[in-house]
């Protein structure tokens, strides 16, 4: 793993400011401001969608009309004007490209200075990147490989031309349109995201990982990624965020859905480093995402990983159902908050099938003037015998005018089912602090220290090659919180 | 949604009070009793009031007919009743040196409203048709430096079909006093809407123990306020047993340094029995001390819901918030519902919570089976011990026997369905 000390090195060099404030000069082809029908049937032609597709969309549309902004999580932010964002902004159409050489130098440039070399990574241990600049997908490696082994990994506006069948099979079926309001937002006018089917048997060979950025001005992102792997298959997917620092907020509302089938398995981790506004909670991105995996299949497995650092207000219950008999689901989510940022996430297990098993380990950590939120629901219903859920989340408070909340929900409806759950909050040990002063650590140096130690069992479940990234990016966030 | 309905009950609140001055409490409070919770409202969705609205109750008339007086255990000498929410001053005992009863006059009634207004009771519905249809709120007061030894005892009895009773006890321990009180709800009815205010000064301490035993039909909508100072201590513990529904709603503000206050309940369920402990507890100055240990016993198609809310402010420095729910499961349509809450600005604080729902362990039936215990004594007794480390941990130890009675009198109801042979 030579070359990813590249990747270590440019983490390295990310200062205490935030480095990521660039903005990159392209060509980008945008939808008129605001959103109204036409607006949606303007995405679905500029995508050349069937018809099913776009129906489908403005039915979303219809219900979103009528749906409430969801007011009861712990943050607290101005009315988004939902007419004042661009819904649609794409680097202008180029033909397609059959290297990396094809692509964009400038996009590429914006790459490097994320610190990920991506000519390094091709040859890298083997991770497949999958670019979404700007809600258009630019670029995709190793599908060569992957197609070999019968695993689809691509844009879903390209699913949606050439697997049209698996798209409108599942599209949807997790998360219905009209789950929330910002599910149903993102059902009318998503603009593209991943889609990745494994079929029976097969292992992916390597992590698959995407890339986002927001960049264009004003343009709110609309992400889907459809997640499919059937029987006896197995898949990791990354997925890491960046975005150039803006005075105005920027909304991203995702929607990510995943099914597993009979004794399948997926892993999906996080990263999110988006801009958290400045020191003063000016600007940021506001990041409302729903995110749900289905264990369809008996002793099927999801897996959540995330490491929550940046956006300045984050709205995020990466959940599970657990439907088959014998799944497990897992939520391991560190979640930092510096000066004005306001994060409310967490998890819910849906215990539906026999012997299900859940695990969360949560670790909040809160600095400045911020609030970070556990919310998680634990559900056992009536037939899921013999389930079982293990909850832990620990809260962090670093300076006295944060906050740390945590509101676990636990609704059990079947006596052979046991539920667990403990929190804990409290501040970093004065005698950790000392020993590690005593040792020649600046306090800066050993709140890192000692944060990490707090979200360990959060990080080791992360890939390689996002562990290292994020050890460091919990390091930058905190900076400025102590002395 | 309830909200926009026209309810019965509500507009019986309404024309109860309509004759009244514009400036009595009693009007002061009923113009805010203008729906039922909405079930979309975070803290009553777990505990739905649909049904209520869809009943005929009025507010019980004060030539009420008087219950036959069942026959209590009576632990100590000292009773005060009340019969269909009145206080009944020729029922009771005379009180211990130190110890005075008085009913508020309308100025009185006016301050105490105004506390309970200040409080997140405010939009409570037992307190603002308590304070329309109350027959009069009580005070319960205990002298500065006096210290009550004997137990006090109040018994809440009476209601009739079709109506609601509406008891409001202000309980006030003054600087340096201390006071034990068990309180008894043994209504029939169809809806009973306690309202309390417990004020415990400086140094002053209370040690309470409240038995929730009203007829099955009967709706129990508890609503607590408790206001704690400087050092002052408060030893709480409930028993949920009785009602088709029962919720007991309490707020605690600890707003003296180094106060200390310990919330216990129990709760046992069978039938189609629906217990709710909703608490929420605010520490607003520094060093103070909360614990609160719950446990439930669900049989039968019952429901639990353990709500607790342990919210610290921003200069409640070295709180200490511990919580602890533990619910058992014995039937298959039992259900269980907890929702611990931490909600923290102080950054130099100790707070845990741990909730557990399941059923009973696996191990310790084997170990008892194994010892040539049968099957459903060995739950028997793991269920009695379960209760047993609870109430001897939160009651004193004269009333152990008696708390630990009610408790099995409760269990061995329902019990007597899931476990055959039930001794």
């Known amino acids: 793993m030579v070359a990813t000390q590249e990747t270590i090195n440019k983490v390295n060099e990310v200062g205490s400011a935030y480095k990521y404030g660039f903005v990159t000069d ?51 932010f101005p009315k988004i004007n939902f007419q004042d964002i661009y819904y649609y902004s794409a680097p202008k159409a180029k033909p397609k490209l059959n290297s990396l050489d094809e692509v964009d130098p400038e996009l590429l440039k914006t790459y490097e200075k994320l610190g990920i070399p991506i000519k390094e990574q091709e040859m890298l241990a083997g991770v497949a990147v999958d670019y979404v600049f700007d809600s258009v997908s630019v670029a995709t490696t190793f599908r060569d490989k992957l197609a070999k082994e019968g695993i689809i990994f691509c844009p879903i506006s390209e699913a949606v031309q050439n697997h049209p069948d698996l798209v409108k099979k599942y599209i949807g079926s997790v998360i219905p349109m009209n789950d929330n309001y910002y599910a149903a937002l993102n059902s009318a006018v998503f603009t593209d995201g991943s889609f990745v089917y494994v079929p029976k048997g097969v292992k992916c060979p390597m992590e698959l990982s995407t890339y986002f950025r927001i960049n264009e001005q004003n343009s709110g992102q609309f992400e889907r990624t459809l997640i499919i792997v059937e029987d006896n298959s197995y898949v990791s997917y990354l997925e890491g965020c960046t975005a150039p620092q803006r005075d105005e907020n920027q909304l991203h509302a995702a929607v990510v859905e995943l099914v597993a089938m009979d004794d399948a398995e997926i892993k999906y981790s996080t990263v999110q480093n988006w801009y958290p506004g400045d020191k003063d909670g000016k600007g940021g991105i506001y990041n409302f995402v729903t995110k749900r995996g289905n264990c369809l299949g008996n002793r099927s497995k999801i897996s959540w990983t995330q490491v929550e650092t940046g956006s300045a207000i984050t709205w995020k219950y990466p ?78 408070l670093i300076g006295d005018k944060c906050g740390a ?79 | ?64 007919q008087e219950p036959i007086m069942s026959k209590l255990n009576v632990v100590g000498s000292n009773t005060i009743k009340f019969i269909n929410g009145a206080f009944r001053k020729d029922m009771s005992s005379n009180l211990p040196k ?57 018994h ?30 043994n209504h029939t009815g169809s809806l009973i809407m306690p309202l309390q205010l417990i004020e415990i000064k400086d140094y002053a301490s209370l040690n309470s123990i409240k038995v929730f035993d009203d007829s099955h039909e009967s709706y129990n909508l508890a609503a607590h306020c408790i206001i704690m100072s400087h050092k002052s201590l408060l030893n709480s513990f409930s028993l949920i047993k009785g009602s088709q529904f029962t919720r007991s709603e309490t707020h605690a503000y600890l707003n003296g340094t180094n106060a200390k206050l310990n919330l216990n309940g129990v709760y046992i369920s069978g039938n189609k ?33 353990f709500q607790g809310k342990v919210k610290v402010a921003p200069n409640a420095q070295k709180t200490d918030g511990q919580q602890m729910s533990k619910a058992i499961l014995i039937s298959d349509k039992a259900s269980a519902n907890a929702k611990p809450e931490l909600e923290i600005y102080a950054d130099d604080v100790v707070c845990a919570h741990g909730a557990t729902v399941g059923e009973l362990d696996d191990d310790q039936l084997f170990y008892l089976n194994s010892r040539g215990i049968s099957k459903d004594k060995a739950r028997l007794i793991l269920i009695k011990a379960f209760l047993l480390d609870i109430i001897s941990e939160s009651v004193e130890e004269t009333l152990h026997d008696f708390i630990f009675n009610e408790a099995q009198s409760a269990l061995s109801s329902i019990l007597k369905n899931e476990i055959e042979e039930f001794v």
């Open chain 2, 98 to 154: 130190g110890v005075s009863l008085i009913e508020l006059n309308e100025s009185e009634s006016v301050t105490f409203l105004s506390k309970i207004k200040n409080s997140n009771l405010k939009n409570h519905p037992s307190a603002n048709a308590s304070l329309s249809c109350t027959p009069s709120i009580v005070k319960l007061s205990v002298d500065k430096n006096a210290k009550i030894e004997e137990l006090l005892e109040i």
């Open chain 1, 26 to 76: 392209l060509e980008s082809e945008k939808a008129p401001l605001g959103l109204n029908e036409d607006i949606v049937k303007f995405i679905s032609s500029k995508k050349n969608e069937p018809k099913w597709l776009l129906d489908w969309r403005l039915k979303a549309y219809k219900k979103w009309l009528t749906m409430k902004e969801p007011d009861w999580a712990m943050v607290d």
């Open chain 2, 1 to 64: 949604m309830l909200h926009n309905i026209k309810d019965n009950y509500i507009t019986s609140v309404n024309n109860y009070i309509k004759n009244f001055d514009d400036k009595s409490f009693r009007k002061l409070a009923g113009k805010d009793f203008k729906s039922w919770p909405d079930p979309l409202e975070e803290t009553w969705r777990l505990s739905r009031l649909g049904s209520l609205s869809r009943k005929k109750i009025e507010p019980i008339s004060l030539d009420a």
């Open chain 1, 319 to 396: 959940s599970c159902v657990l439907r088959g008999d014998n799944s497990v689901g897992e939520f391991y989510s560190v979640a930092v908050a510096n000066n004005s940022q306001q994060a409310d996430t967490g998890t819910k297990m849906i215990h539906i099938g026999k012997n299900t098993k859940s695990t969360i380990i949560s670790k909040g950590i809160s600095a400045g003037k911020a609030q970070n939120t556990y919310r998680g629901q634990v559900q056992i219903q009536k037939n899921a015998k013999g389930a079982r859920n293990f909850t832990q989340c620990d809260s962090l």
């Open chain 2, 156 to 185: 809440f009895e009476g209601g009739v079909e079709s109506s609601s009773v509406h008891p409001v006890l202000f309980v006030e321990l003054n600087e340096n006093s201390s006071l034990s009180i068990i309180e008894r709800f």
């Open chain 2, 273 to 305: 029995q629906h217990h709710d402990l909703t608490t929420a507890i605010y520490h607003n100055v520094e060093e103070c001390i909360s614990k609160q240990i719950v446990r439930g016993v669900l049989g039968g198609e019952s429901t639990g819901v």
């Open chain 1, 405 to 483: 909340h945590t509101v676990p929900y636990i609704n059990q409806h079947t006596p052979s089912a046991r539920v667990e759950h403990e929190a804990t909050t409290s501040k970093i040990s004065e005698d950790q602090l000392f020993y590690c002063l005593q040792r020649g650590l600046d306090t800066e140096q050993a709140t890192s220290l000692i944060v990490n130690g707090f979200c360990k069992e959060v990080m080791k479940e992360l890939p390689m090659e996002f562990a290292v990234e994020a050890q460091k990016l919990i390091g930058i966030s905190l900076e400025g919180s102590v002395g």
